[in-house]
């Protein structure tokens, strides 16, 4: 890779991208950190409180709750979709002019609206009018997805999953893309075993892509709201109560204060897995 | 075994269409289904009564319309400001270069329910609630480090010498952009145009808390016909609405649709 000239004039290019970044990001966030010090009771009536709201949060048994339970969401994602999607593009790849249509197919649930794809998904298992919902009771399953919090887990899943395969599958396929022709014929030429031609030739080359997707993946499911809220509203029994659940209460209960100091600490919770991130891949680079 | 090798592919390709066309398939099927006795139309129907009372509910018809305005906005205002970032990050090392990349990342990662608050009392004061120009402003935040990401991809895959002729030719950099860089990357910006297209469409936090009053998006528009006895059927007919611009998007990347994410490691 041949090196870039440094020129800090380059900034001018970067100007209109950056005051779009501080109007819409960084101003707001400053915004939020000024709040999170304050019981807001109106606009005009505020106290300063300090880090008050912080040490109620972060001590509450609830939201220690919540936290393990968005964990434990954000790690049976991962553990379904990455290698679901991986799999998904490998076969993509060896499907010749088939593959577009793959990628269209995976594509699909990618542009439905967030809220629909609540009542979507509640339409499809309904016992009395949805296709599974129907084909599960002739086959004498019972699916409670009201009640039973194994149920309603199963169905999030699923559901996030036909949601986002799409953005696993199409990254994983762009990081194939680049395993040069070449590559395989000299493994097949060396009699490599399709497990190796996997691990010495795939996994490199799906590396940086699959950095990328674990993180956007984490960060999104970590903060689930509008579909998990649309399936049970985190019931039955706070069994699907997540952390963006949380914060949604509290904002409608106009908690200003403390609804802010959360986005806080959720904000800090995704900046430091981001960092994490960069300073591994970084560390990558290096090598 | 060569005869699994070869049905494993297809087998595999009609499982995924499987999974991904039912739920698709239910709300299609049920778009046509009259769920409520209509005028002139018994429960239990089939035909077009759903879509033809999508056409008659001005509320839902004005709604598809502002949500065209906003997203078109957003993905103008997008590209716009991430083509110059993107070919700065691609051609030139800078002081914070590397942060503002990081910047980017923790914007895009940043679920918008954490800043919804501050961005709409910000945005009354501005007067920017209730107008498209709020929007398309706030879905920037998610949408401009994707676009400068692929754009920035892109570029990169353009060799230097292309820059090098054009300005020894006399082109200035505004002309460099016209004539000769945007040419060169028009499938990425087809990319890059899709998935904020994408992104703002199907997004609902910002949508909902910056319309109050007016300018419904489309996504608020179906919000609001869930009632104590809902029009199921006229709901999923305005959730196939709702698909079928982001249908046409798809069609017309197909070809480059995965093209956008060659990463530089």
Redesign the interface.
Known sequence: M??????????L??L??????A???V???V??FN?SLHDIFS?RDVLWVGAEWYGEIVTSPRFHASLLRSLMFSAVVLAVQVPLGV??AL??R??GR?A?????????????????IG???L??VNAE????GQALGALGIGFDWKFTALHTWILLVAMDT?HWIGLVV??S???L??VAPEAYRAAAIDGASRLAVFRFIEVPRL???LG?VL??RF?DSF?I??EAFAINAGGPDMATHFL?ID??EE?KAFN?GS??AR?MV??LI??TV??AF?RLRAA??RE | MRALRAG??AA??ML??L?????????FL?SFLATLPHEGVEKGTWGLVNYRNVLATPALVASIGNSAVYVTLNVA?CL???L??A?????????G?RH?L??????????P???????F??FSRFGLVNSPVGIA??H??FN?PIA?WILETFISAVP?ALDETAFLDGHSLCSFFLRHLIPAIAPGIGVAAFFCF?FS?????FARILTVTAGKP??MA??AL?TFQTD?GL??AM?VV??L???G???FV??H???????R?
């Not at chain 1, 577009?100 to 629909?116: I, S, T």
């Open positions: 041949t090196t870039r000239p440094y020129r800090n004039a380059a900034w290019l970067m209109p991208a950056a005051l779009l970044m109007v819409v990001g101003v707001p966030l915004a939020v709040y606009l799999g998904i076969v993509l060896r499907t088939w577009v249509l793959g990628l269209m197919l995976v594509a699909l649930p990618l542009v439905v609206p967030w809220n629909l009542p979507m998904w339409g499809l009018t949805g296709l599974v036909w199409i990254l396929y762009a990081g893309s680049g590396a940086p892509a990328i993180l956007l960060v903060m709201y509008t963006a914060l949604g904002i200003y609804a802010a986005s959720y904000f995704v900046i981001i960092w960069a990558g680079g | 494993l592919p595999v390709l995924l269409a999974f991904i066309l039912l739920p698709l398939a239910q709300t049920l205002l716009g400001a991430a110059p970032a070919y700065a990050l691609s051609r030139y090392e800078f002081l270069d503002f990081f910047l980017l990342l923790a914007f895009r990662a940043t679920p329910v954490v800043l919804s608050l501050p961005i009392i910000l402003l706030v920037c935040l401009l400068i230097r994408l469409w199907v997004e609902v936090v489309i996504t179906i919000n869930f199921v709901v999923m959730t709702s698909l611009p982001g249908l998007m798809i069609w197909r070809n649709i995965a093209r956008g994410f060659a990463l490691a």
